[in-house]
């Protein structure tokens, strides 16, 4: 083209880049159609996306804050539950031991029903006599809504503790106690726990 001004230098006007711009492309979220033939000035382009870069950066770094700042906040509260729970259970004492007795493949339970009171961490129940145990996975179930926790407890199977993990003052409770016999025979028994 016989006239055409060269603007292939450094500080010449970027036409290629004003023609992309013009094709409706985006960058960084910026609508490149602003810079149209009107303004053509890939330097103002540039600062402007530079400052949608830093503001993205700038949101999302308040984001992330918020988030751990909620993130602790709920990991305090769940380790002061967990050490509440655990220091109310481990200071209160359990109730007196609970005898279970087998005759003629009947069970009983010297207590029943059980008589708890809020002053109590625990629930505590052995079996009297030998050639019997608690089934290990359910040797006590208290159909307390949560608020039992039990687990076999000493290393012989002829003990098991239910936590109280909270006390309603008033409730009766039904639970089952479920041994095995030498031959490995189930049984079970549903006394009651009453708060008082």
């Known amino acids: 083209m016989t006239g055409a001004k060269d603007d292939t230098g450094p500080n010449a006007p970027n036409s290629a880049s004003c023609s992309e711009i013009k094709m409706e492309t985006r960058c960084a979220g910026v609508d490149a159609l602003r810079y149209g033939a009107v303004a053509c ?5 540039d600062a402007d996306v530079q400052g949608i870069k830093g503001i993205r950066k700038t949101e999302a770094g308040a984001q992330s ?4 700042g909620v993130m602790n906040k709920v990991l305090f509260v769940l380790v002061c539950v967990v050490v509440i729970t655990a220091a109310r259970g481990a200071d209160l004492p359990d109730h007196p031991t609970v005898s279970v007795d087998v005759a003629n493949g009947q069970i009983s339970v010297d207590e029943d029903p059980i008589s708890s009171s809020a002053g109590e961490g625990g629930l505590v129940w052995k079996i009297a006599q030998d050639g019997y145990q608690f089934d290990q996975s359910k040797g006590i179930e208290v159909d307390s809504q949560g608020a039992h926790e039990c687990h076999p407890f000493g290393s012989d199977g002829r003990s098991f503790r239910c936590a109280k993990l909270k006390h309603v003052a008033g409730a009766t409770y039904k639970y089952t106690v479920n041994l095995i016999d030498a031959g490995s025979n189930p049984l079970s028994k549903d006394p009651f726990i009453h708060n008082h």
């Open 65 to 68: 804050r918020q988030l751990g």
């Open 41 to 45: 000035d890939r330097t103002a382009f």
